[in-house]
């Protein structure tokens, strides 16, 4: 019910921000399978997850500088692909390869496409098999970890960041956009 940026602020803050953070903080672990494009807020929900397992033909991109914001409202970039090559994917906007993803620590697994949903469940499978309460604390360990990092204080602040460049979108274009920078995301 909130007007202007404030309100915009609001609503992202819920539907992505808040809605990554309870993902990211379910009690128990969460496997993701990525195939094809994962593009921007995409990017997002597979972030959450805890194992990633990649199809050999997923490629992945976030084009948002593209459109004149400085990334997705979950900002964990930095810490899936390195600052450089963070840096260096969010400028350009090109899409990156899932082998390119395991190098970076992104995912943990590239399978066969064919081989996607079978090597998922068996992971799934090998994970149900441990104590579910030894699970969860060793999951609440390295997201505290994490978090002493300053990763919580990072992803909180650059949301701060990703409105400023909304509120000056809307200021400069009358969208939260660039639109003239639109059809540049649909590379390759």
């Not at 990554?20 to 496997?31: A, E, L």
């Not at 976030?62 to 400028?91: I, N, S, Y």
């Not at 469940?121 to 390295?142: G, N, S, W």
């Amino acid at each position: 019910g909130r007007d202007g940026q404030e309100g915009q602020m609001a609503w992202e803050e819920e539907v992505y921000f808040n809605m990554c953070w309870r993902w990211r903080n379910i009690p128990k672990p969460v496997i993701a399978a990525a195939q094809g494009k994962t593009i921007a807020g995409g990017l997002m929900l597979l972030w959450i997850a805890d194992v990633i397992i990649a199809s050999d033909d997923a490629t992945f991109c976030d084009p948002v500088v593209t459109m004149g914001v400085c990334g997705v409202e979950w900002f964990v970039h930095p810490w899936e692909l390195g600052p450089r090559k963070a840096k260096e994917l969010l400028f350009t906007a090109d899409f990156w390869s899932a082998e390119e993803a395991r190098g970076f620590g992104m995912v943990n697994h590239v399978v066969p496409r064919a081989d996607l949903a079978a090597f998922t469940l068996a992971m799934a499978e090998r994970i149900a098999l441990k104590p579910a309460f030894a699970l969860k604390l060793t999951k609440e360990a390295v997201n505290r970890t994490l978090d002493i990092q300053g990763q919580q204080t990072a992803i909180e602040s650059v949301f701060g960041l990703h409105h400023l460049c909304h509120a000056h979108n809307q200021e400069a274009f009358g969208m939260v956009i660039d639109p003239a920078r639109m059809p540049a995301t649909v590379k390759k």
